[in-house]
């Protein structure tokens, strides 16, 4: 099952009121939850993230979907939201060219092992946890600043772009549109 269609949220930050970081971090929030309600498979792709290549987020968050009533029913979710509304333009609907040969970006979750899961060592290096914080800090992973609705606390989602080779797999993004470890899969990588 291939991503066929696709849209790019971009960020007006250009105004001086709000940067693209910030905008990108309360954006995110509405896609999950429309990502959550909606019955619909949806692919976070962040364009200006390329694998190997340090950067921010950038202006504009791009989601790939199966069937173009998913991007209709998505956009209709999101469009009201005062951050969508006042700070974003939404563009029309894409579809990826048939005969599209890659190259294919994959945007996994990067997890730091939680607190309490870490592991017991004696050896002189640092925690996994502190480890893996470091590595991505040092790869400059593109992250968004959320806060769980569940308990309040706040929280880092790291992504990390790695260059993939495109299989026609089954497509099961987590509830952020990313690929994770136990599924991976790739999206486009498009102009």
Not at 102 to 124: C, I
Not at 146 to 168: C, D, K, M, W
Not at 171 to 188: E, K, N, Q, T, W
Request: proline fraction near 7%.
């Amino acid at each position: 099952m291939a991503l066929k269609f696709y849209f790019d949220i971009v960020f007006h930050s250009d105004q001086g009121e709000i940067s693209g970081p910030v905008i990108a971090n309360q954006v995110m929030p509405v896609l999950h939850g429309a990502f959550k309600k909606l019955d619909g498979t949806f692919a976070l792709a962040l364009p200006n993230c390329l694998p190997n290549r340090k950067s921010g987020i950038g202006n504009k968050l791009r989601i790939f979907t199966l069937r173009l009533s998913d991007i209709n029913a998505l956009v209709s979710a999101i469009k009201d939201h005062f951050t969508v509304r006042d700070y974003c333009e939404i563009t029309p609907a894409c579809e990826v060219p048939e005969d599209f040969a890659g190259p294919w970006v994959e945007y996994r979750r990067y997890r730091p092992s939680n607190k309490n899961a870490e592991r017991n060592s004696d050896d002189a290096q640092a925690p996994l946890r502190e480890r893996r914080i470091l590595t991505a800090g040092e790869q400059m992973l593109p992250y968004f600043v959320l806060r769980s609705t569940t308990n309040q606390h706040g929280f880092s989602l790291i992504v990390e772009p790695r260059e993939a080779q495109y299989a026609e797999t089954e497509i099961v993004p987590d509830s952020y549109g990313l690929s994770v470890s136990s599924r991976s899969f790739a999206v486009p990588q498009l102009p």
